[in-house]
């Protein structure tokens, strides 16, 4: 974890979010725990934001208090996750990172790889998610659909079944587009639905699980993310990791 910047360790996290990793040019990779919400989407969500800031929707960026010169101080966020989505996400410190790095996610120059839990056994051991989807709502009601003409492409690879009851499968899935509620949606479009996913899940399937485990999040962690990206002349590379948090782990683990 680089040290160079000192305000960095005196970010005001929000709930159980942890820095991970920070380079030398300022982008950062934070861990957040199902529950907490990307950024802000009115006053009273700071309190279980990535961030206990305000946030600039314009320029998608935390506000920091003055630094001293009477200028207050960016955090721009450079990814999001579900709220109920526990793992890994991007915010940079310094401007030009923050331009390049969304760059990369827009051209899809950015791998991030995410675990899931769903019910269900999975066939193939590998298999290529192919899907037209549409999204629908706004802020807080978001929904995906069928009706829609965005490519949506993960891959899959199955790395457990657990015969349960209920059989369930662990699953590792990499997103090749970046469509809200993809791997959510992609999931339960094949009757492999993400156990804990209160839009697109398994409903009865969820409430047996709770009643069983005392456990009712979603069973989604973006475990690791990696890319390069160009800064003053020098291709820079970032990778960071994120193990599954101990609920998710002791169910798999089972």
Same mark, same amino acid.
């Given at each position: 974890?680089?040290?160079?910047?000192?305000?960095?360790?005196?970010?005001?996290?929000?709930?159980? &979010?942890?820095?991970?990793?920070?380079?030398?040019?300022?982008?950062?990779?934070?861990?957040?725990?199902?529950?907490?919400?990307?950024?802000?989407?009115?006053?009273?969500?700071?309190?279980?934001?990535?961030?206990?800031?305000?946030?600039?929707?314009?320029?998608?960026?935390?506000?920091?208090?003055?630094?001293?010169?009477?200028?207050?101080?960016?955090?721009?966020?450079?990814?999001?996750?579900?709220?109920?989505?526990?793992?890994?996400?991007?915010?940079?410190?310094?401007?030009?990172?923050?331009?390049?790095?969304?760059?990369?996610?827009?051209?899809?120059? &950015?791998?991030?790889?995410?675990?899931?839990?769903?019910?269900?056994?999975?066939?193939?051991?590998?298999?290529?998610?192919?899907?037209?989807?549409?999204?629908?709502?706004?802020?807080?009601?978001?929904?995906?659909?069928?009706?829609?003409?965005?490519?949506?492409?993960?891959?899959?690879?199955?790395?457990?079944?657990?015969?349960?009851?209920?059989?369930?499968?662990?699953?590792?899935?990499?997103?090749?587009?970046?469509?809200?509620?993809?791997?959510?949606?992609?999931?339960?479009?094949?009757?492999?639905?993400?156990?804990?996913?209160?839009?697109?899940?398994?409903?009865?399937?969820?409430?047996?699980?709770?009643?069983?485990?005392?456990?009712?999040?979603?069973?989604?962690?973006?475990?690791?993310?990696?890319?390069?990206?160009?800064?003053?002349?020098?291709?820079?590379?970032?990778?960071?990791?994120?193990?599954?948090?101990?609920?998710?782990?002791?169910? &798999?683990?089972?």
């Amino acid at each position: 974890m680089h040290q160079g910047d000192p305000w960095i360790q005196g970010l005001p996290f929000g709930p159980g &979010v942890k820095l991970v990793k920070a380079d030398r040019n300022g982008l950062c990779a934070l861990e957040k725990p199902a529950g907490i919400l990307s950024h802000p989407n009115k006053g009273g969500d700071r309190r279980r934001s990535l961030f206990q800031l305000g946030f600039d929707p314009g320029e998608e960026a935390f506000i920091c208090s003055s630094d001293g010169e009477g200028e207050s101080r960016r955090i721009w966020l450079l990814n999001r996750l579900d709220s109920a989505t526990s793992g890994l996400i991007l915010v940079a410190l310094d401007p030009d990172v923050a331009e390049e790095v969304r760059r990369a996610f827009r051209e899809r120059q &950015v791998t991030k790889v995410y675990q899931a839990l769903v019910f269900g056994h999975a066939r193939a051991r590998q298999e290529r998610w192919q899907d037209r989807m549409g999204v629908k709502g706004g802020q807080g009601s978001v929904r995906a659909g069928s009706s829609g003409h965005l490519q949506a492409v993960t891959e899959m690879r199955r790395l457990r079944l657990l015969p349960g009851p209920p059989a369930m499968s662990l699953l590792e899935l990499i997103p090749k587009t970046g469509r809200t509620h993809q791997l959510r949606y992609q999931g339960g479009r094949r009757r492999l639905p993400i156990v804990g996913d209160q839009t697109y899940g398994n409903f009865q399937a969820n409430r047996d699980f709770a009643r069983r485990t005392g456990n009712k999040r979603l069973f989604l962690h973006a475990q690791s993310v990696q890319l390069d990206y160009p800064f003053r002349g020098r291709r820079q590379s970032f990778k960071a990791q994120s193990p599954l948090p101990p609920d998710f782990r002791a169910v &798999v683990s089972r």
